[in-house]
């Protein structure tokens, strides 16, 4: 039968909800053991919330200072080490995940699966290619450990009812000095939901025209208690920063409301949203392609409409 | 004198990316025939960083290459208008697993003796964004992927890294690979006396036996589907209709 190893995404306090994800993933089949594996500087916090997901069997707690940053190249092979005992590793489809597994399958000699959305069973699985735009059904091998990223945004997160055990491991694996972790720069947020797991999402397009014109997305957002997405065009622009790109090549989100203003909705654009519950769109070219998939359309000037809309959404 | 000889680009042959594809009919595959065919975007990208490294100063050569078929020099043919000094293809007749294109690379790093590999973070074809960590973890060599910004000092490579939380800033020794971000630059149009200029130069044709690789398919195809549809929306006259509609989806 199946045993799951599960590389965590965290940042050395909280767990990443991508981690949950790939619980939900690896429930979907039939299983003796759903591990996660914490490679951290001090994960005390991050194996504990690791241990209460709901479906894990055991959390193996790495404490290493060369963990601190979270670099691929540490991490694979210690991850590599654990992996003899499991028939499958899984990452989250992030940034942090799209790094790592690659260079952990290499290392074992195996093949990756990107961004599973469904499992048929243990060693058969759907993923999306051609920027969604097709869905393959691929079997892998029994006699190789199955090594693979979860998209994320097709499972929603194991619950925290559980209490897993947890172990400490020391590492072995000859670590490398090759890669250093110098600082990460994010001027993201302030205190709004994060867009890889809100239910609501507000983004803005290129027809937004300006860095200072997205005060009125910021505004919307707020409204909604959404959080702040961007198209390709507008990061490009520099209206918005990288972390907000949704799309083939951004994040691939599923929030309940999707608000775009101001997106015409390129094909890439739309892959990533193909999963959110409702989604809006506010733009004043009738014939924008995000029309075809939105379920609430409006034709209008997003500079009258969005201020009515803050309006109307009252306080 | 340069740190950095040879720099390698892998350019892969891909349905250019304003091109719509669908599945056929009868789901044996993509419906490609006459489509337009492009270098993969991200590859394009890369070329643009290592022609600005060598325009610096900070290498000598420039090396793309791909895998595929004869048709493929087409798109090494565009690289070389670009700018780059010869190209290799290793001509393979079948579609190749990521692991066995990392390979396949491994093999072309050490024949080149290159000190730099820098690729596409994924192709816009199998949205994979698996071959350069690949290629880095065989070679046993850093890699920094999701590059939006990169620059040298000796032999130590500074990186922007775009991530899901923004940006992160990693540094890692040479020889290693990169893999590019949509931010890390513009790519140069290419000019008619470039793409005269490009036939002269040298592109080697190779096999895969030649570098003593032993393609392997892991994953089996059992279908290819079109992905489900959402249902068809509403559209509303005003912003009111819309407040309305929201409410009764209780949203708001």
């Not at chain 1, 670099?71 to 992030?94: I, K, N, R």
């Not at chain 2, 489509?35 to 960083?49: G, H």
Request: hydrophobic residues 45%; negative net charge; charged residues 20%.
């Amino acid at each position: 039968m199946a045993r799951v190893l599960i590389v965590a995404e965290h940042d050395g306090r909280s767990l990443n909800p991508s981690t949950a994800k790939c619980v939900s993933c690896a429930r979907s089949f039939e299983t003796s053991a759903i591990d996660i594996a914490v490679l951290a500087g001090d994960g005390g916090a991050v194996a504990a919330q690791a241990a209460a997901l709901a479906g894990v069997t055991g959390v193996i707690r790495v404490d290493h200072p060369a963990n601190e940053g979270a670099l691929a190249a540490v991490a694979a092979p210690q991850v590599c080490e654990m992996a003899a005992d499991y028939t499958h590793v899984f990452g989250p489809s992030t940034t942090f995940g799209k790094d790592l597994m690659p260079r952990v399958a290499a290392l074992l000699g195996v093949g990756q699966l990107s961004d599973i959305m469904s499992a048929e069973s243990a060693w058969r699985f759907k993923r999306p290619f051609y920027a969604g735009n097709a869905i393959l059904t691929v079997e892998a091998p029994q006699d190789r450990p199955v090594v693979a990223t979860v998209r994320t945004a097709s499972y929603q997160a194991a619950e925290s009812t559980g209490k897993a055990p947890i172990r400490e491991q020391s590492v072995d694996a000859a670590l490398p000095a090759h890669t250093r972790f110098i600082e990460t720069r994010s001027d993201s947020g302030g205190g709004r939901p994060d867009l890889q797991t809100a239910a609501r999402v507000v983004p803005g397009g290129r027809g937004v025209g300006s860095k200072e014109n997205f005060e009125l997305i910021y505004r919307l957002a707020d409204k909604l208690g959404a959080a702040i997405g961007a198209s390709r065009a507008a990061v490009d622009s520099g209206y918005a920063g990288n972390e907000l790109q949704v799309g083939q090549t951004g994040k691939i989100i599923a929030p309940q409301l999707y608000v775009a203003v101001g997106i015409s909705g390129a094909i890439q654009h739309l892959t990533g949203i193909k999963d959110a519950g409702v989604i809006v769109a506010i733009n004043t070219d009738a014939e924008a392609p995000l029309f075809e998939v939105a379920d609430i359309g409006l034709v209008a000037d997003l500079f009258a409409a969005v201020p009515e809309l803050i309006e109307a959404l009252g306080g | 004198m340069t740190v950095i000889n040879t720099i390698l680009v892998p350019l892969k042959r891909v349905v250019d990316a304003n091109v719509r594809v669908r599945v056929k009919a009868d789901g044996s595959g993509m419906a490609l025939d006459g489509v337009k065919m492009s270098i993969n975007p991200f590859d394009e990208i890369a070329l643009e960083e290592a022609l600005r490294i060598r325009e610096r100063g900070e290498a000598d050569e420039i090396v793309v290459a791909t895998l595929g078929a004869q048709v493929c020099s087409q798109q090494l043919r565009g690289g070389l208008a670009m700018g780059a000094d010869r190209a290799i293809l290793v001509e393979v007749d079948r579609e190749l697993e990521p692991l066995t294109v990392a390979r396949t690379l491994l093999a072309l790093v050490q024949r080149e003796d290159s000190q730099l590999v820098i690729m596409g973070k994924q192709a816009i074809d199998g949205d994979n964004n698996q071959t350069g960590q690949m290629l880095a973890a065989l070679w046993g060599r850093p890699q920094a992927t999701f590059a939006s910004h990169l620059s040298f000092n000796g032999g130590v490579a500074t990186a922007m890294r775009e991530v899901d939380a923004g940006l992160e800033v990693i540094e890692v020794d040479l020889p290693a690979v990169v893999t590019t971000d949509l931010r890390l630059n513009e790519p140069r149009y290419t000019k008619l006396p470039d793409i005269l200029k490009a036939k002269k130069k040298p592109l080697e044709t190779i096999t895969l036996d030649e570098l003593q690789v032993e393609p392997e398919t892991q994953f089996r195809v059992l279908g290819i589907e079109p992905p489900a549809q959402r249902p068809r929306g509403v559209k509303v006259g005003s912003v009111d209709e819309l407040v309305q509609a929201l409410r009764q989806k209780e949203l708001i």
